[in-house]
């Protein structure tokens, strides 16, 4: 196991509800970025935040805002929820100047 | 911005078979990394390629970089049923930001 966990595993919400996500990052990593992964699709990045400051955004809309907190641990966070945006979401915990990422076991949002 | 494509979409073999998946970046990679997905799971990191021209091997598993850093392979040799998944190769831009790409989907029967 990685040592990042994401809460919670599964959610269901409404079309234009808001959704937040949560990750605690691997023990020792100052950088965590969220990714988006459609089924049958790759990840897609949407953002990076290091130091608790965004260090680097993907082409997503500004409805989707995030949180690094002091224990460098992130939130992501969704308003005026889409069909589109059910997904897989994937937090990955990494060091900086080590790419190497450790990713989450994700949370699986459908929005209805 | 970079984008990144994979090649074959799916692949079913037999058992003890080989399989081979290939990655072509449009520009110029500082490193590569490659992730596996089991169904219902979350990418692995399996191993990252930084010089050109480089070969890695992991037992079974055997990863190439392009000498141009523009493309990469991972090839499996006989693969078994533990194989089974997705394998992701992934461009390391800025700041370890990855691009991945669609994915192989790797079935094996037995």
């Known amino acids: 196991e990685t040592g990042v966990t994401q809460s919670p595993t599964h959610l269901i919400k409404t079309r234009g509800q808001q959704v937040t996500l949560r990750c605690s990052s691997q023990?020792?990593?100052?950088?965590v970025s969220w990714y988006q992964q459609a089924l049958g699709q790759g990840p897609q990045f949407i953002f990076q935040?290091?130091?608790?400051?965004?260090?680097g955004r993907g082409n997503f809309p500004p409805r989707f805002s995030g949180l690094q907190f002091p224990n460098y641990s992130s939130e992501l966070n969704v308003n005026a929820l889409e069909l589109d945006d059910s997904a897989l979401y994937l937090c990955?915990?990494?060091?900086?100047?080590?790419?190497?990422?450790?990713f989450g076991q994700g949370t699986r949002l459908t929005v209805v | 911005g970079q984008q990144v494509m994979q090649i074959p979409q799916y692949q079913h073999v037999q058992e003890g078979e080989d399989f081979t998946t290939y990655c072509n970046s449009s520009?110029?990679?500082?490193?590569i990394q490659w992730y596996k997905q089991r169904p219902g799971g979350h990418p692995v990191f399996l191993i990252q390629?930084?010089?050109?021209?480089e070969v890695k091997k992991q037992k079974r598993l055997t990863f190439q970089f392009g000498e141009a850093k523009k493309n990469s392979s991972l090839h499996i040799t006989a693969t078994q049923t533990t194989d089974v998944g997705t394998y992701f190769c992934?461009?390391?831009?800025?700041?370890?930001?990855?691009?991945f790409g669609a994915g192989t989907i790797l079935r094996v029967k037995s």
């Open positions: 023990s020792g990593h100052n950088t």
């Open positions: 935040y290091y130091r608790e400051e965004e260090n």
């Open positions: 390629l930084v010089k050109s021209g």
């Open positions: 990955a915990s990494s060091n900086r100047g080590n790419s190497e990422a450790f």
């Open positions: 520009t110029t990679l500082s490193n």
């Open positions: 992934a461009g390391v831009e800025y700041g370890n930001k990855l691009v």
